[in-house]
T-cell receptor, first 112, second 114 residues
Framework: KQEVTQIPAALSVPEGENLVLNCSFT??????LQWFRQDPGKGLTSLLL?????REQTSGRLNASLDKSSGRSTLYIAASQPGDSATYLC???????????FGPGTRLSVLP | DARVTQTPRHKVTEMGQEVTMRCQPI?????VFWYRQTMMQGLELLAY????????DSGMPKDRFSAEMPDATLATLKIQPSEPRDSAVYFC????????????FGSGTRLTVV
């Protein structure tokens, strides 16, 4: 059964810093991995979807990488801004690829 | 932008009452998921459908929860009778399995059972 963990659980940084969020998964037989953002009291917004054939995916200041062999994905946020403050969740497919298993999230605070 | 629509956004009900939550998936998506989110448990999969057929509902308490897709534009999640421990945010998400896909989530229904 797929299990997803994320570290750190919470992170507080000053504005402008580059930062890395980590995601680990136990079943590496995945065909993609997705990163989401959740603002307090809101739903989940998809940020990046990385296919297993890709090693990374970029959108603006966000870059996500995927290393299936080590069971890890990282989300890199460049030049962080207060508007980036949110909880970031990664999700990996279960063994049969039928649904996604979510990590507990990293709660990010970017201080002005 | 295409979006997943959930209703109601908020629901407060008394213990023992029936609760029905609705979801309109994105047109053309053939897979629909129901998740529940709590502070303690995070996001938990309750059930999901592909082409309207239930594929997995092992995450649901079967004695009180039921999920259906009466047609391709509507998914429902019912709780009867509701209990205080059911208080959570319930999310619907849809996707398309035939291609390399990701999920699109609705805004959720915040349920409070008192």
């Amino acid at each position: 059964k797929q299990e997803v963990t994320q570290i750190p659980a919470a992170l507080s940084v000053p504005e402008g810093e580059n930062l890395v969020l980590n995601c680990s998964f136990t079943d590496s037989a995945i065909y993609n991995l997705q990163w989401f953002r959740q603002d307090p009291g809101k739903g989940l917004t998809s940020l990046l979807l990385i296919q297993s054939s890709q090693r990374e995916q970029t959108s603006g200041r966000l870059n996500a990488s995927l290393d299936k062999s080590s069971g890890r994905s990282t989300l890199y946020i460049a030049a962080s801004q207060p508007g980036d403050s949110a909880t970031y969740l990664c999700a990996a497919p279960d063994g049969y690829g039928q649904n996604f298993v979510f990590g507990p999230g990293t709660r990010l605070s970017v201080l002005p | 932008d295409a979006r997943v629509t959930q209703t109601p956004r908020h629901k407060v009900t008394e213990m023992g009452q029936e609760v029905t939550m609705r979801c309109q998936p994105i047109l053309g998506h053939n897979t629909v998921f129901w998740y529940r989110q709590t502070m303690m448990q995070g996001l938990e999969l309750l059930a999901y459908f592909r082409n309207r057929a239930p594929l997995d509902d092992s995450g649901m308490p079967k004695d009180r929860f039921s999920a259906e897709m009466p047609d391709a534009t509507l998914a429902t999640l019912k709780i009867q009778p509701s209990e205080p421990r059911d208080s959570a945010v319930y999310f619907c998400a849809s996707g398309l399995v035939q291609q390399d896909y990701g999920y699109t989530f609705g805004s959720g229904t915040r349920l409070t059972v008192v």
